[in-house]
């Protein structure tokens, strides 16, 4: 039997890599590929890089990768040096070695699983366009064909969009493995993909394992970015409701002329989220 895991988007949330590292040991798969975002917007960046590269397993370039690699050095704009950018700017700056930020800058854009006898698989971050071009349950069957039809392999394999996916279209099927650290489905157990050889194709578990999440708001809690960063704030809060919160923010505060980087901004927007579908993206009108 083959079997190969895919995951992604652990977003620096060590106790949801744990479970499912745990979890890929019960599931026993002959390959395990992550597609890209092991680090940034949770407070764990360091420890999940060493145990992702501990574990040996190949990584895929994902665009949390890039933003940390343009916070390197002291050479960023004057308007990233501000509070708001610090989870990522510390990140760069203070927790990731020079070692590690090589390491990424060596990441493929691309990861192909070629098993003898199954359809070839490419992995990618976000589409064949670009890594911060998601696929999933929104785009049409046109969409998503233009998103991956430059893939010679028929199961493409993106992440970015933090919620499992699964079609076919065309000649392709197209999946997306959710998220580990950070879901936007609605469902806050750390999620990811298990494809299994069956009768010459493949079928597809997604898989969500459930974790104790209070470790890693008390990881965010000892880096003491969470009184200083309004984006901390809003991070930990996706964690907490599985939902996407970060570009409803920035438009409630924009909307109300409020401060973006202000502990009574965010209280009013977590006040004014409370209650709405978890897993949805959420918008709000001036008021």
């Given at each position: 039997?083959?079997?190969?895991?895919?995951?992604?988007?652990?977003?620096?949330?060590?106790?949801?890599?744990?479970?499912?590292?745990?979890?890929?040991?019960?599931?026993?798969?002959?390959?395990?590929?992550?597609?890209?975002?092991?680090?940034?917007?949770?407070?764990?960046?360091?420890?999940?890089?060493?145990?992702?590269?501990?574990?040996?397993?190949?990584?895929?370039?994902?665009?949390?990768?890039?933003?940390?690699?343009?916070?390197?050095?002291?050479?960023?704009?004057?308007?990233?040096?501000?509070?708001?950018?610090?989870?990522?700017?510390?990140?760069?700056?203070?927790?990731?070695?020079?070692?590690?930020?090589?390491?990424?800058?060596?990441?493929?854009?691309?990861?192909?699983?070629?098993?003898?006898?199954?359809?070839?698989?490419?992995i990618v971050h976000g589409s064949l366009r670009a890594i911060n071009d998601g696929l999933g349950f929104w785009m049409s069957d046109a969409e998503l064909i233009a998103a991956v039809g430059e893939s010679p392999e028929p199961v493409v394999i993106g992440a970015h969009t933090h919620r499992p996916f699964n079609r076919r279209v065309g000649r392709w099927w197209v999946l997306n493995t959710g998220a580990v650290g950070v879901p936007f489905n609605g469902n806050p157990a750390a999620q990811y993909l298990?494809?299994?050889?069956?009768?010459?194709?493949?079928?597809?578990?997604?898989?969500?394992?459930?974790?104790?999440?209070?470790?890693?708001?008390?990881?965010?809690?000892?880096?003491?970015?969470?009184?200083?960063?309004?984006?901390?704030?809003?991070?930990?809060?996706?964690?907490?409701?599985?939902?996407?919160?970060?570009?409803?923010?920035?438009?409630?505060?924009?909307?109300?002329?409020?401060?973006?980087?202000?502990?009574?901004?965010?209280?009013?927007?977590?006040?004014?989220?409370?209650?709405?579908?978890?897993?949805?993206?959420?918008?709000?009108?001036?008021?």
């Amino acid at each position: 039997m083959t079997r190969i895991a895919v995951m992604a988007d652990i977003h620096g949330n060590l106790p949801a890599l744990q479970a499912v590292v745990e979890d890929v040991r019960q599931v026993a798969p002959d390959q395990v590929i992550v597609a890209g975002d092991v680090v940034n917007r949770g407070p764990q960046s360091k420890e999940c890089l060493d145990l992702v590269r501990a574990m040996g397993w190949p990584v895929v370039f994902g665009n949390h990768e890039e933003y940390v690699l343009k916070f390197e050095g002291d050479s960023t704009p004057e308007e990233w040096r501000g509070d708001w950018w610090l989870p990522t700017r510390s990140v760069a700056q203070d927790e990731l070695t020079a070692d590690d930020l090589a390491y990424l800058k060596a990441l493929p854009l691309h990861y192909v699983v070629d098993a003898p006898d199954l359809p070839g698989i490419r992995i990618v971050h976000g589409s064949l366009r670009a890594i911060n071009d998601g696929l999933g349950f929104w785009m049409s069957d046109a969409e998503l064909i233009a998103a991956v039809g430059e893939s010679p392999e028929p199961v493409v394999i993106g992440a970015h969009t933090h919620r499992p996916f699964n079609r076919r279209v065309g000649r392709w099927w197209v999946l997306n493995t959710g998220a580990v650290g950070v879901p936007f489905n609605g469902n806050p157990a750390a999620q990811y993909l298990v494809l299994t050889a069956d009768g010459g194709d493949w079928r597809a578990d997604f898989r969500a394992v459930p974790y104790d999440r209070a470790p890693v708001y008390a990881a965010w809690e000892r880096t003491g970015h969470l009184e200083r960063s309004m984006a901390a704030q809003v991070f930990k809060y996706e964690v907490e409701t599985a939902t996407f919160h970060l570009m409803a923010y920035i438009e409630f505060c924009e909307v109300r002329g409020l401060p973006l980087n202000a502990m009574t901004s965010f209280v009013k927007y977590r006040e004014a989220s409370a209650g709405t579908t978890p897993g949805r993206s959420l918008h709000f009108a001036a008021s």
